[in-house]
């Protein structure tokens, strides 16, 4: 069976297997090609390789809704034998979706071959008739001879763009506006998504590691999992970077706890899930205090959140919901938008957007693709971004995003 073209209404059926597999299994080292998908955190989740279907998600203000329901359309006519019956087996789909609305990058992938393992369980699904089950292993190579460039703007170029988001605040015509900037660096091979997912696994083990689509990178915000009824979600705004030692760390930590700027900055990720949520939950928690998430490299001000839907939706349903919050694009959501396509002079393409996956029953996690790089053959754009609030100021900024790229620069350079 050739990869499926989809069309509503399509007569091509998908043959999906998923059986048992001993675990544990060391997921990113089981990716016999560099072309790879993934999502995993702490060991736990899926890879696959392969496309047994790809779907290309048109811009538009209902993408998610339309992804949903083509999406069901080929799995409502698949032939599915599932043994394992946990979220994540059976028929699966990685996806990664645009930032902006207008954005037709948005990409859904069913895999050829899924393994999954999470809490004792391992499984192995195939899609396909023809699916080789000794895919032959090809060895990751690491990158070489790195050649750094600047981005789509220069440092003081973003700096100005700052100082022009602080002035228009300052002015009344937005809280916060998230600005973002690019990096773009040149291997003397094609750059293995491999290498770069082990890499920010092992460094990074509380992130949500993923590659779809050949962009990769390791977030630390989960934008929804939902498991049957259950959602949850992390919500990440405020930064400090990590200190040199114990006592400068934690007062680092506790200043970001108190910093008036920082909390305003998350206030207005927060509330907004909040607001998005409630009309989707019978129950939903929302701590009024941010507590502190500490990474390798950096500190956030976190909100976990969870939730119980108060009827049968899909996960990119919600997505449509959430997505973006003010973590990523500002408040208010609509002159933030307008804002970051008029300062930020690039495209963000599926940075910033949510990447994750969904099952057939419509349970699937997804986060927020930060601290990410889009790959393209010996070619890599990194990307990052701050909140811009009244308080801000351009030298802490662009700091911000230099500590940010480190996750990424770590990942290519080791
Ligand atoms: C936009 C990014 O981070 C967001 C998530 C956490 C903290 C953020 C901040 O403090 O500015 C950003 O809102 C990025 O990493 O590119």
């Not at 200043?255 to 998350?266: F, N, Q």
């Amino acid at each position: 069976m050739g990869k499926v073209s989809v069309a509503l209404g399509t007569s091509e059926q998908l043959t999906v297997r998923t059986v048992p597999v001993e675990g544990p299994v060391d997921l990113i080292a089981r990716l016999p090609h560099p072309s790879a998908l993934a999502w995993v955190r702490h060991d736990s989740g899926l890879v696959g390789w392969g496309e047994a279907a790809r779907i290309r998600v048109p811009g538009g203000d209902d993408r998610f809704g339309w992804a949903r329901r083509r999406l069901a359309t080929l799995f409502q006519n698949a032939l599915v034998d599932d043994s394992v019956g946990v979220p994540g087996s059976g028929a699966v789909a990685f996806g990664s979706f645009g930032f902006d609305p207008k954005n037709d990058d948005s990409v859904l992938i069913v895999p050829r071959v899924v393994l999954g393992w999470r809490d004792g369980t391992a499984w192995h699904t195939t899609i396909g008739d023809d699916v080789d089950p000794l895919t032959l292993m090809r060895p990751a190579e690491e990158p070489e001879g790195l050649e750094w460039s600047g981005g789509s703007m220069g440092e003081e170029r973003w700096g100005r763009a700052v100082e022009s988001a602080v002035r228009r605040i300052r002015g009344g015509a937005l809280g916060k506006v998230v600005l973002a900037r690019d990096l773009k660096v040149r291997a003397s091979a094609p750059i293995d998504a491999r290498v770069l997912l082990r890499r920010l696994a092992e460094r990074y083990p509380e992130c949500y590691t993923f590659a779809v689509d050949g962009l990769v990178g390791a977030t630390p915000e989960l934008l929804v999992r939902r498991i049957g009824g259950q959602i949850e979600s992390l919500v990440l705004a405020g930064t400090t970077p990590r200190g040199g030692d114990e006592d400068e760390d934690a007062e680092l930590g506790r200043a970001l706890l108190r910093s008036g700027k920082d909390r305003g900055e998350h206030a207005y990720a927060a509330e907004m899930v909040r607001e998005a949520l409630r009309p989707l939950c019978v129950e939903l928690d929302v701590p009024r205090v941010p507590e502190l998430l500490r990474l390798a490299n950096l500190q956030h001000l976190a909100t976990p959140v969870r939730g119980r839907l108060a009827e049968e939706r899909s996960v990119l349903d919600v997505l449509g919901a959430l997505h973006p919050t003010p973590a990523v694009c500002g408040t208010p959501t609509g002159e933030a938008m307008e804002l970051i396509r008029e300062l930020e002079e690039m495209d963000r393409s599926r940075y910033a957007g949510p990447v994750g996956w969904v099952d057939a029953r419509g349970d699937g996690e997804w986060g927020i693709a930060l601290r990410c790089a889009q790959l393209d053959g010996a070619e890599a754009r990194l990307f990052a971004g701050c909140g811009i609030v009244a308080g801000s100021t351009a030298p802490a900024e662009l700091a911000e995003t230099r500590t940010k790229f480190r996750a990424m620069r770590y990942a290519l350079e080791g």
